[in-house]
């Protein structure tokens, strides 16, 4: 399992105002194995698990010609998940497109922690991740650990 946040390294920043007050620091986190328009069937999959877990499912193929390889995207301390369909994005989503990138503080980040300290949760930890896939959805995902399942 892989923290959401500061121990996974840098790989990339740019700035970006993806839904954020002000210009924010974005930090590419992971990036898709192959373009996400090679997602076989019916693209990626949501999947809600048992407690606070969320997964990104999909499948693509190996380009050995031997079967498909399954993937998953999984968040762990999962607060908040917001879905915005293509004709509901904007432009700053487009730094997600076959990648997941930690948003940094966002406003959206913001309103969830303080409601999670009016009702004295730990809040620490949460990070505003978000993921872009060919044709949609865009997939935000307030949580604390990700990790990659294979398989």
């Not at 010609?65 to 607060?79: I, N, S, T, Y």
């Amino acid at each position: 399992m892989r923290p959401c946040a500061p121990w996974l390294g840098v790989i990339h920043s740019t700035t970006s105002s993806a839904g954020n007050l002000g210009a924010q620091m974005t930090r590419r986190l992971w990036e898709m194995p192959v373009p996400s328009t090679a997602v076989l069937g019916a693209g990626v999959a949501f999947d809600k698990r048992n407690g606070r877990v969320v997964a990104l499912r999909f499948s693509y193929e190996s380009g050995r010609g031997d079967r498909p390889v399954d993937e998953a995207l999984v968040f762990e301390g999962v607060e908040a998940v917001k879905i915005t369909y293509y004709s509901a994005s904007d432009e700053s989503m487009l730094e997600s497109y076959d990648r997941l990138v930690d948003l940094g503080s966002t406003a959206w980040l913001g309103e969830l922690e303080a409601n999670l300290r009016r009702r004295s949760i730990d809040a620490s930890g949460l990070t505003h991740l978000m993921i872009l896939f060919d044709d949609g959805p865009c997939y935000e995902v307030a949580c604390r650990t990700f990790k990659i399942e294979r398989g």
